[in-house]
């Protein structure tokens, strides 16, 4: 993949994750309790 | 070498999107009346502001962590809390390193400002001032409630040294 198109891709990808996180009902949660649980786990 | 291109743009998506939902997470939660576990909110609002005596803090024994929040800047975050002789104490770790006075940036900040804040505990708002306690005796129990509380490997000497910092939640008018 060209580099502007990778950049591109990029770009899209994040503006959907954010509005994904911001929006969408339960996915903040999810990811906050699967870093939770992941740190839990293995944070010492 | 396409090959290693395309591996490279791969990976670098799949750490673009996990870093870009923290970041948005770390947004989200900037105005939030309280911190969650893992990132600070904003300012505390719900709760009824305590007005009153001085309570008998002994009840902090079973809470875990309290939401404490500075007037300057305004964010909060959760903490654990001890009580010693009556008074009740915040501590700060790893403050003699560069990551952790990053990361415990909020202890600096309220060394450098006026310690204003408000801490709120079982739904209660109780205002209060950051007066970081830097040596003497007072540290001893502190220490100790630390440790029987939290484990937390904390002494005198250590806080002493700097590389903990303890913060008494005073009356704001003391």
Redesign the interface.
């Given at each position: 993949m060209k580099t502007t198109s990778y950049l591109l891709l990029c770009a899209i990808v994040a503006v959907v994750v954010a509005i994904a996180v911001r929006f969408v009902p339960g996915v903040s949660e999810a990811i906050e309790g699967t870093l939770l649980a992941f740190l839990s786990t293995n944070a010492r | 070498m396409k090959l290693l291109?395309?591996g490279a743009?791969a990976l670098?998506?799949l750490l673009?999107?996990p870093a870009?939902?923290?970041v948005?997470?770390r947004f989200?939660h900037r105005n939030a009346d309280g911190p969650?576990?893992?990132?600070p909110g904003g300012e505390l609002v719900s709760g009824a502001l305590y007005a009153g005596p001085e309570p008998d803090w002994t009840f902090t024994a079973r809470v875990p962590t309290v939401e404490l929040q500075l007037n300057d800047p305004v964010s909060s975050r959760l903490i654990w809390i001890v009580e010693s002789e009556g008074r009740i104490y915040v501590a700060s770790g790893y403050m003699s390193s560069l990551l952790g006075r990053l990361w415990k940036h909020w202890a600096v900040q309220a060394d450098d400002g006026d310690g204003l804040a408000v801490v709120r505990m079982d739904g209660t708002r109780y205002e209060r001032r950051l007066v970081r306690i830097a040596e003497g005796p007072v540290l001893d129990g502190v220490a100790a409630a630390l440790q029987a509380k939290y484990g937390m490997p904390a002494t005198r000497q250590d806080i002493e040294a700097g590389n903990t910092w303890i913060f008494e939640l005073a009356p704001r008018g003391a």
């Open positions: - | 291109t395309v743009q670098g998506l673009l999107i870009v939902a923290l948005t997470l989200e969650s576990i893992l990132f």
